[in-house]
């Protein structure tokens, strides 16, 4: 792997690398050179297999963060790539045409984040969402709750749970008794002040 990042450094401008395992790295890459490295990869380095492209939403930076997963079958070694997109304008190049799968992750990727692959096939058809009118359902902007109440109509014995409390409760009873007790001698001891 060490061997593949250094001929990668001098191939692109990798501006951050990181060798997880022995069978796998990841590289960060500015996206214009994305679809010259995965080429490169394929090509070249052997990287015949898309594994996978997720995104993840850097709300707090104002950016996604795109990752391609290829796989050597030969070496059975992994590599992501990484770059990150404005996420105020997220559109990056296609690379449809170097895997035919890529196309279905871009078009889930457009659907649920707003990212932009223009010149991808169907990529502005729907696929899960169809009829939907919010904003992409995946960004961190996007309000669960809100759109969940907007949406369904409330019913009897319905009851909304804090994720975490519950969670403390079931997997830590007596500590979220003992929580709960000291929460409320607190509370009894300022009204009496």
Do not use: C
Request: aromatic share 10%; no cysteine.
């Amino acid at each position: 792997m060490k061997e593949l990042l250094e001929r990668l450094e001098d191939r692109f401008t990798v501006t951050e690398s990181d060798v997880e395992r022995d069978n796998l790295a990841f590289i960060t890459l500015p996206s214009k050179e994305v679809v010259q490295a995965a080429t490169h990869l394929r090509d070249i380095e052997g990287f015949g297999h898309l594994v996978m492209i997720s995104a993840v939403d850097y709300i707090e930076r104002g950016i996604f963060q795109l990752t391609y997963i290829l796989h050597n079958y030969d070496k059975h070694s992994d590599i992501g790539v990484r770059t990150e997109i404005d996420r105020r304008n997220p559109v990056m190049d296609s690379i449809h045409h170097l895997w035919a799968a890529a196309r279905v992750y871009q078009q889930e990727l457009r659907e649920m984040f707003g990212i932009d692959f223009p010149g991808s096939p169907r990529v502005d058809e729907p696929m899960i969402l169809e009829g939907w009118d919010n904003i992409p359902p995946m960004r961190k902007d996007f309000d669960t709750k809100k759109y969940a109440e907007e949406t369904y109509f409330p019913r009897e014995g319905r009851v909304t749970y804090d994720p975490a409390r519950a969670m403390e409760e079931k997997n830590y009873p007596l500590e979220a008794r003992v929580k709960k007790r000291i929460q409320k001698l607190l509370r009894e001891g300022k009204d009496e002040d």
